[in-house]
């Protein structure tokens, strides 16, 4: 990471399922889905779900505003508002500079209910010719949900894997989700 601050974890349920949250005081390392998100037991798994809320399942966290604020998007996410203020990013210490513009150009640009393609997120991060990159990095995404990889689909319009092909009806629930505002 490119701090070497005190990190600090939550675990959240929410609609689809457990998320891992971490972030120190400067902003957050990662969103991550569960493992057991997985296509095999999805179905089941969102069926159990009892409502769109999200509740945090940790210990104390009021020390840390990265964290609540992550809360705050996660809960105006999965009640259909578009979260106004969204958390800071604490980004990998790594050379892959189109990796990063990649996960910034999809946050800032790629809007709830909104897909673009590979392609198309190339052209945004100015690397027209870049699609399977930024494949690449959205397959690297630290941070799911609010660095919208699963509004990046294919050029043909199909969707494209998810979680490294183990999610992909993560995905398109995702996608659907968000097109019934």
Request: with cysteine; proline share 4%.
């Amino acid at each position: 990471m490119a701090c070497s601050r005190v990190v600090s974890s939550a675990i959240v349920r929410c609609p689809i399922g457990m998320l891992h949250i971490s972030a120190c005081e400067s902003g957050l390392h990662g969103i991550r889905l569960d493992e057991s998100i997985v296509d095999e037991n999805f179905a089941t798994l969102i069926s159990k779900q009892q409502s769109d809320s999200v509740f945090i399942h940790t210990k104390d966290t009021s020390n840390n505003d990265v964290l609540q604020d992550t809360f705050t998007w996660l809960q105006k996410y999965f009640s259909r508002e578009v979260p106004d203020k969204k958390p800071a990013l604490c980004l990998p210490n790594e050379n892959d500079c189109f990796m990063i513009k990649c996960w910034l150009k999809a946050l800032e640009d790629v809007p709830f209910g909104k897909t673009v393609s590979y392609g198309q997120l190339a052209e945004m991060a100015e690397n027209p010719k870049a699609a399977r990159a930024v494949g690449q990095a959205m397959r690297k995404n630290k941070f799911v949900l609010l660095v919208p990889c699963h509004r990046v689909v294919r050029s043909d319009g199909s969707l494209g894997h998810y979680n490294a092909g183990k999610s992909d009806t993560v995905k398109r629930w995702l996608i659907d989700f968000e097109k019934n505002e």
